[in-house]
């Protein structure tokens, strides 16, 4: 493998010094790039390309050939994982994922069991070392999984839910169960990430997309825990470089001391709460990533500028940030606003590392 | 009037001793209850229901002849000022509120205006004072409205949003015509909130179901803000009796002190925060409802009663709590659970009062 040419986003990661603030956005290989549509229409389904090594490869890099973004993520969907345990993923037009055998009784349940990932996921490994190579180095790839807690809302649920009664019927009057399912989930995670990491991933995160709708005591329970468990299963250090882990649980702003004694590295934060007062809150003990309000690529460059500003700002001097999106960018921006926002936030950033 | 024969309620709004902790449920008058889907039919849509102050006042006295809640509340919906306004509501079959006009261009505000509430939403008035004669002092009567930043999502998006791409791009990029939409929502709110109270509404909510959106900045400024300024026109005290506020930005307990300051009598809580840390962070300024996760009402009454019970542990002895779910009742509901949880509050909450 090559050396790394650019090291800012570990580095930023780990809390260690950096020129400039790094910058990356969640879904920044996705719809709004015309070029990802392109071969989105000649892979076929959206499963089809997540299944394509070269072709995940390809949109995994579109957006570096852009913007001067500071990382790539691994081109993939967080319910890889149910799939091949078996649950039968699709996508039905324009309807987000459904699963063909969803867990919905303690007989499902007992069914379930921590596939083999190095053959069932093979395609994901594929994906990463084809990516790795063709960085060559350029920047650190990031791989990811979803946390438990969230695999188990699709897997229970079917598909998305709005309000996850199926789920939390399950969390409350059948607590072993769902400690079942998140334990298998937690233990496939751990070997998943592990396998990411062993096949070229430099950093990996946790989407915990869906802890924000817990309470606080199941959210520690159902949510965190396992994501601790995940944590200390990882393999920290690969050929001779520490692996950083990032932690995101959306709309979860209110746990991040506890999120901050996870284990993780950095966590993630999605807009709602001043990166500047999580910091306070959080100290030294982990990096913080995020967390314009992705809505604000709708504005106009300047004021995509004072947002990225007032940001930098508000996180203030020294180490620890990598700057993104609180949520995924949506597929109805302008690729040039998001050029607007890399390039202010490398440009803006440079006062508050010297 | 006829006196008020239970008056826990508004005690506990209040922070005035109580004998049991007062409870009702968000959108308990709704369609997981068999009479109001009977209601619902006769009415013709939803919209007719809730013009017709008749039947208005059936469907929101009928889950007090069930259950031993401690308060009504209008039943109504909260997009009937954009309505007045003259945006042409309507519901389309299965899918949620849409406007015929929205308010997606500065020429668009610029044409708004404060419709005359006691006219353009006099069946309105009517149902409260219906309601009031039906009651005949069993228990109040809440009346509510949108938040001016809550109405402004669905004035702009021209209905439901999941990212709310239209509303926040007019936000960061011409927050002159969202100021301007926002007072003259804010300014109709105070004459609507304020006809509710000379018509008989006992207390008053404001229903800020999409300030946990924002970012704080924008929180305070494009929500919070204006509910204060609501507040401060309110009727205060009417017919000798004082009528209180209750504030409830769901997913905004990361501001929760601001909000404390907002004027308001008390706040409402979404379930994401123990309730007893809640009452800690706002200290005695405010009044708390909440906080059960309306999902745990599709678990065991068993389960039900042990999440009730945590509860009221969590916010401890003494005044000041009126129990609530943290977001409106599920459809699918089995109302004998709803039972379960009314019962559980009053019959576990008696030793907190001693």
């Not at 969803?102 to 379930?112: C, G, N, T, W």
């Not at 960085?135 to 990811?144: E, K, M, S």
Request: aromatic share 10%; hydrophobic share 40%.
């Amino acid at each position: 493998m090559s050396e790394l040419k650019n090291d800012r986003f570990l580095r930023a990661l780990l809390r260690q010094p950096v020129d400039v603030t790094p910058v990356w956005m969640m879904r920044q290989a996705g719809r709004y790039l015309p070029e990802y549509r392109a071969t989105r229409k000649k892979a076929g389904s959206f499963l089809d390309l997540c299944k394509n090594p070269e072709l995940a490869c390809e949109v995994t890099l579109q957006p570096l050939e852009r913007f001067a973004l500071d990382a790539a993520i691994l081109f993939s969907d967080i319910l890889t994982i149910p799939d091949a345990m078996g649950l039968g993923l699709y996508f039905a037009q324009g309807e987000g994922p459904h699963f063909k055998h969803p867990v919905q009784s303690r007989a499902a349940v007992d069914k379930l069991f921590v596939p083999d990932v190095e053959t069932e996921l093979r395609y994901v490994m594929d994906a990463v070392r084809t990516i790795r190579t063709a960085l060559d180095g350029r920047v650190p790839l990031i791989g990811f999984s979803g946390s438990p807690w969230t695999l188990a809302t699709y897997m229970v649920e079917g598909g998305g839910s709005k309000d996850f009664a199926k789920v939390k019927g399950m969390l409350y009057d059948d607590p072993a169960s769902m400690h079942k399912l998140l334990d298998i989930t937690a233990r496939t995670v751990i070997n998943y990430l592990n396998a990411q990491i062993a096949a070229g991933a430099q950093a990996v995160m946790i989407f915990d997309t869906w802890g924000g709708a817990l309470t606080t005591r199941d959210y520690k329970t159902f949510s965190l825990n396992y994501m601790q468990q995940i944590i200390a299963g990882l393999t920290r250090e690969h050929a001779g470089h520490k692996v950083p882990v990032i932690l995101f649980s959306k709309g979860g702003c209110q746990w991040l001391e506890d999120q901050a004694s996870s284990g993780a590295d950095a966590l993630g934060l999605d807009w709602t709460l001043d990166i500047g007062l999580a910091r306070k809150r959080v100290g030294d003990r982990v990096a913080l990533q995020g967390n314009m309000d992705p809505t604000v690529l709708y504005a106009s460059p300047e004021r995509i500028r004072e947002e990225v500003a007032f940001i930098l700002q508000s996180y203030g001097q020294g180490n620890g940030h990598v700057f993104n999106l609180g949520h995924g960018i949506h597929q109805h921006v302008d690729p040039e606003h998001a050029r607007a926002f890399v390039d202010a936030v490398h440009e803006l950033s440079r006062p508050y590392h010297q």
